[in-house]
């Protein structure tokens, strides 16, 4: 998980500018929280027992998309699709999907992604959708 993120901090340095710490590393300062805060919910995504992404959410009164990846090699083949659904599934109830501004791929996959009616506002430097995702389970 902590190296996928290292990818996914890679990728995403491109909207955010971050840079390398003296490590040569982004690091995630909230990765150890998913394995001790209840609330919180680490997934792996998979495509054939292939690593294919990570999915970091936080559950509560609002369920938060915390990080969502994939990697390049299965992006558009419907495993960030099919992986979202499913994890709306098994977190039925209020959410919050939000994409930076400078990010428009994104905010065009969560668009077409979400098939609940949702809210869509802009703040700050970010785009957030607010929906409820149905009742239903679900495995990722």
């Known amino acids: 998980m902590r190296r996928l993120l290292e990818l996914y901090s890679y990728d995403f340095s491109e909207f955010d500018d971050r840079d390398l710490d003296a490590d040569g590393e982004y690091g995630?300062?909230?990765l150890d929280d998913y394995w001790a805060d209840a609330?919180?919910?680490?997934?792996?995504?998979r495509v054939d027992?292939?690593?294919a992404g990570l999915?970091?959410?936080r559950a509560g009164a609002v369920t938060d998309m915390a990080e969502f990846f994939?990697?390049?090699k299965y992006?558009?083949?419907g495993v960030g699709r099919r992986a979202a659904e499913e994890i709306f599934r098994m977190f039925p109830g209020r959410w919050t999907v939000r994409q930076k501004l400078t990010n428009p791929a994104a905010?065009?996959?969560?668009?077409s992604v979400i098939p609940y009616p949702f809210a869509e506002r802009t703040s700050g430097e970010e785009v957030i959708q607010e929906f409820?995702?149905?009742e239903g389970t679900g495995d990722v």
């Open 75 to 77: 992006r558009r083949l």
């Open 107 to 111: 905010t065009a996959f969560w668009r």
């Open 132 to 134: 409820t995702a149905a």
């Open 55 to 57: 999915v970091l959410v």
């Open 49 to 51: 027992s292939q690593v």
């Open 70 to 72: 994939v990697l390049r």
């Open 28 to 30: 995630y300062r909230h």
């Open 39 to 45: 609330d919180r919910h680490p997934f792996l995504l």
